[in-house]
């Protein structure tokens, strides 16, 4: 044993054996550890090595419709070609693909004359030097910054400018045959980085081949480039930091700042400002998508074949430029419904914050911040039925970034449909013929004469007020009349600064104090409007204009062949809104907002300029008027203090009332009838029928003082509580229920009048604010402070004609799940039954019947050629002593067996002829089908066709 030791003792001490050994104990350790990754860590290293190089991405669901009562698309998705650009792939272009794209770009500025891209720091002449400026020391540092740029090693920091061009002509194969002039433009181009020269080439081809570039810049795409924040300074100021502007930077203009933005992005000098404006949308929409990787932008929707061809073409040379399908949102009617079904776009910060926290069942969110919402109406108010739950895909990338395959997926869920109880045809007409009956208005206040006669100076002054023709516009143009006109405003005030706070205002007053005194003419101001792109026109009817045709008739010939629209002109009465509902049910049938906006101009591609057209626009386009807009309901409130009278006994149908012109009783200033104000008659002896169907004031006002007056000892605020409570019967102390957001109703009342009192005098006395008499009979005609919007009024109509049921209102009939079955339904609501007697509402009933077919009703001939019998109430309601009253118009028909209420409210409508009849004449007739013409659908015509 002692000598297998001392040999043991031997062998260690001999060199090979020690090396042997330590070579055995690492490759025993090599082998354990093989073991702990390949057996022991197996899948743990497999999951985080796929987890490496693969990423998962969202797929997103297919949108909801959204459909009208009869299955009629209102939204819908339609597929479409887009191009997408990927900013976390890596672009490398070769040398060959650099100077085919340089050559292209300077070939193309060549051809169309933009001479001057020049980003060398060379001089352009023999003998070349350095432009460098400042000290000697800050010269050599810039010098030596730019040779390390352009790829020069420090021992070649020497080379003379001379040298330098000539390294660089080699550097990037500047073409032979180019002029001095040409190869320093080629060089600008090919020095770029790839991603600018990516831009530069996709953002000529795309405008070459008609595409409009998608981009969140917020300066619009066309010349002078305007800011897109609405006059808001501060969301200016904000957006300015975030791209790292400071000091003086912030007070750039939107010139200034799209030079500032092309530095920052180090796009060439001396491009033209277009390719400029459109590669800044490209790089900015990529700046930023920054921080999310593998998250492409879309550059371009709807795309045609050449430019679908074109990218496919050079994919190789933009490995990070796709063409793939995207689903687009596209509303059919457009203007019809935009109001009630809003539109979608890319979430904000806001609307992240509030969809963030939403989860599927697996608790996985179902939002990104790259995500469209419903930004408004139906869209907004469903979004998440109508969103569905996106799929993923997870897909391996190389180490360019480059998507190399796909390695699993989750299929997405589809959104489901929200279908209204609106009639989409019953809307169409609605909105077509109240547009048709305000152009009537409009011209014949143009055309005819008298009380209601606008003339040339009315006409243009209007449509300066309302932005139609823009004095923001005119201070930011560059070229053309506009900048003629605005000379002339800098000559009458020296002092004036496009930047201060009160131009806009200041420019419109010149415009209009122009045009009274005769210093601005009509044509300046027409050729302002086509400039500004508010009124199309042939370059023979430009002519026509410039050589002195008139602009008043060349109006009305554009209104007069429906290429002006009413609202274009901003006479009155060039806005309304119609109301519809079924009398039996909560259902609404249509809702009318007029003048509207087209949806499909803020989905997709949201059209920055045309929203901020909208928002300056002083029509308004962007209120929902049925839901949002209140005026004093006038006259259509009479039939609540009838039945109040009734119910109560104050009086009964066969009650007589005596007009006496003016109504002393309540004190002064007088309460005067209408046809005492207007004549100096009166309508002599009237029942409540008769009253309403002449609308006698009068009659309502005694009806109103007998309901309870301090003179007769009574509680001062009897009347009003009672016509109060009868209010409410009929809705108009509440919302009507419906979903989208609306103004609540202003009732008439002891309370409201001290609010609205103090809201303009927190100082007043309680004298100043104490109910009335006065205030009682005023209300009782419907003025005094009530103010209803049109949705409301037709509910209380729609509530009178069923005899008393007042059903909450809705625009959402179900909801149905994208296989068809259905989701939910919406319930009809009913909030109230109010027991009137058979004789009271008989009694009110004839009133209105007599306002259509009576032979006084202020209505008697309006609806003589339709084949059915009418209930009806006209309404007015001065808002302003300057213009016309407000006109409303209510009705239900038929008569004998009630099934839709109407309400169309035209502001500063009053003596404009009866537009208003006209629209529910063609609502009624649309609705019972009285113009349909059936269709022989015999078998033989079936195989005819």
């Not at 923001?472 to 009458?492: N, R």
């Not at 609404?588 to 907002?593: D, E, N, Q």
């Not at 009929?730 to 957001?741: A, I, P, R, S």
Request: hydrophobic letters at 35%.
């Amino acid at each position: 044993m002692r000598r297998y030791l001392e040999h043991f003792l031997d062998l260690c001490k001999n060199r090979i054996f020690v090396m042997l050994c330590g070579v055995i104990v690492l490759f025993a350790i090599i082998v354990l550890r093989l073991f702990s990754l390949q057996i022991i860590h197996g899948e743990y290293y497999d999951e985080s090595i796929t987890a490496s190089v693969s990423k998962t991405l969202p797929v997103a669901a297919s949108r909801g419709n959204i459909y009208d009562r009869y299955g009629r698309p209102l939204a819908v998705n339609t597929v479409a070609y887009c191009v997408q650009v990927d900013g976390s792939v890596t672009l490398e272009l070769n040398r060959e693909e650099r100077k085919t794209l340089a050559t292209d770009l300077t070939d193309w500025l060549w051809a169309d004359g933009h001479h001057k891209v020049d980003s060398l720091p060379i001089t352009t002449s023999s003998p070349y030097s350095f432009t460098f400026k400042g000290t000697d020391e800050e010269k050599e540092k810039q010098e030596k910054s730019w040779k390390a740029s352009i790829g020069l090693e420090k021992k070649q920091y020497k080379l003379s400018a001379t040298e330098c061009l000539k390294y660089l002509y080699e550097k990037y194969d500047v073409p032979e045959g180019y002029t001095a002039a040409q190869k320093r433009t080629y060089l600008s181009l090919a020095m770029s980085d790839d991603r600018n020269l990516m831009a530069l080439t996709l953002a000529r081809k795309l405008s070459e081949f008609g595409e409009t570039i998608d981009d969140e810049l917020p300066l619009d795409t066309e010349a002078p480039y305007a800011f897109q924040f609405n006059g808001n300074t501060n969301r200016e100021k904000s957006w300015k930091q975030s791209m790292l502007m400071k000091g003086k930077e912030l007070n750039y203009n939107s010139r200034k700042t799209l030079d500032y933005l092309r530095d920052f992005f180090g796009l060439p000098e001396g491009l033209p400002e277009q390719l400029v404006r459109d590669t800044l949308g490209i790089r900015y929409s990529l700046y930023l998508k920054r921080y999310q990787q593998y998250q492409t932008v879309t550059i371009a929707t709807d795309i045609s074949d050449k430019t679908l061809a074109y990218v496919e073409e050079n994919q190789d040379t933009f490995p990070n430029v796709v063409i793939d399908t995207v689903s687009l949102r596209d509303y059919p009617e457009g203007e019809y419904f935009s109001h009630i079904l809003g539109y979608i776009r890319q979430m904000t910060e806001s609307d992240y914050a509030l969809y963030k926290d939403e989860v599927d069942a697996d608790g996985n969110p179902l939002y990104s911040q790259t995500d469209v919402v419903g930004q408004d109406g139906m869209e907004k108010l469903y979004e998440k039925e109508l969103n569905g739950v996106d799929g993923k895909v997870m897909i391996e990338v190389d180490n360019q970034g480059r998507r190399m395959s796909v390695i699993d997926s989750t299929e997405p869920v589809a959104g489901k449909d929200v279908f209204l109880t609106l009639d989409s045809k019953l809307q169409k007409v609605a909105y077509d013929t109240l547009e048709s009956e305000l152009r009537t208005a409009v011209l014949r206040k143009l055309t005819g004469g008298g009380k209601t006669y606008a003339s040339s100076t009315e006409l243009f002054t209007s449509m300066i007020n309302i932005n139609h023709i823009s004095a923001q516009k005119m201070i930011q143009a560059e070229d053309g009349v506009q900048k003629q006109v605005y000379q002339k405003l800098k000559q009458a005030n020296p002092t004036f600064n496009p930047t201060q706070d009160d131009a806009v205002a200041v420019a419109k007053e010149f415009l209009i104090d122009g045009l009274e005194k005769g210093s601005i003419s009509l044509k300046e101001l027409m050729l302002m409007m086509i400039e500004q792109g508010n009124l199309s026109v042939t370059e023979e009817e430009k002519a026509s204009i410039e050589n002195g045709a008139s602009p008043t008739a060349f109006i009305i010939k554009k209104l007069s062949n429906g290429e002006m629209s009413p609202a274009d002109t901003g006479l009155d009465p060039c806005t309304g809104s119609v109301f519809v509902t079924q009398v039996g049910t909560g259902e609404v049938l249509a809702s009318v907002t007029y003048p509207s906006y087209d949806n499909n101009e803020l989905v997709n591609t949201f059209n920055n300029a045309y929203y901020n057209d909208l928002l300056q626009d002083g029509n308004t386009p962007l209120v929902n008027r049925p839901l949002k807009q209140k005026k004093a309901s006038g006259s259509t409130f009479k039939m609540i203090t009838a039945l109040a009278g009734l119910e109560t006994g104050t009086i009964t149908p066969s009650t007589t009332i005596v007009d006496k012109g003016l109504f002393k009783d309540a004190g002064v200033p007088y309460a005067r009838c209408w046809i005492y104000s207007n004549t100096g008659g009166t309508h002599g002896p009237v029942n409540v029928s008769h009253a309403l169907e002449v609308s006698c004031n009068y009659f309502f006002y005694e009806l109103g003082y007998r309901l309870g007056s301090t003179a007769n000892g009574s509680d001062s605020n009897k009347a009003i509580t009672t016509l109060n409570e009868y209010m409410a019967a009929f809705g108009l102390n509440d919302y009507t229920g419906v979903e989208l957001d609306e103004y609540g109703p202003t009732m008439a009342s002891p309370a409201n009048k001290e609010k609205a009192v103090k809201t303009f005098n927190p100082d007043a006395t309680t004298s100043q604010t104490r109910w009335t008499d006065g205030d009682t009979i005023r209300t009782a005609i419907g003025q005094s402070i009530n103010s209803y919007t049109p949705a409301q009024i037709t509910k209380y109509v729609s509530t009178l004609a069923n005899g008393g049921t007042l059903y909450k209102l809705h625009m959402v009939d179900h909801i149905q799940n994208a296989d068809g079955t259905l989701h939910s339904e919406v319930e009809e609501t009913v909030e109230n039954v109010t027991k009137f007697k058979e004789e009271n509402l008989q009694a009110v009933y004839q009133g209105m019947y007599l306002v259509t077919n009576g032979s006084h009703g202020t209505l008697r001939t309006a609806f003589n050629d339709l084949p059915v019998k009418v209930a009806a109430k006209t309404g007015t309601a001065e808002e302003d002593k300057n213009r016309s009253s407000h006109t409303w118009f209510v009705c239900f028909a038929p008569f004998d067996d009630p099934q839709i209420a109407i309400t169309v409210m035209i502001p500063f409508g009053e003596g404009s002829g009866t537009p208003a009849p006209a629209v529910a004449k063609a609502i009624i007739r649309e609705y019972l089908g009285l113009d349909y013409t059936p269709t022989n659908t015999t078998m033989q015509t079936v195989l005819a066709e």
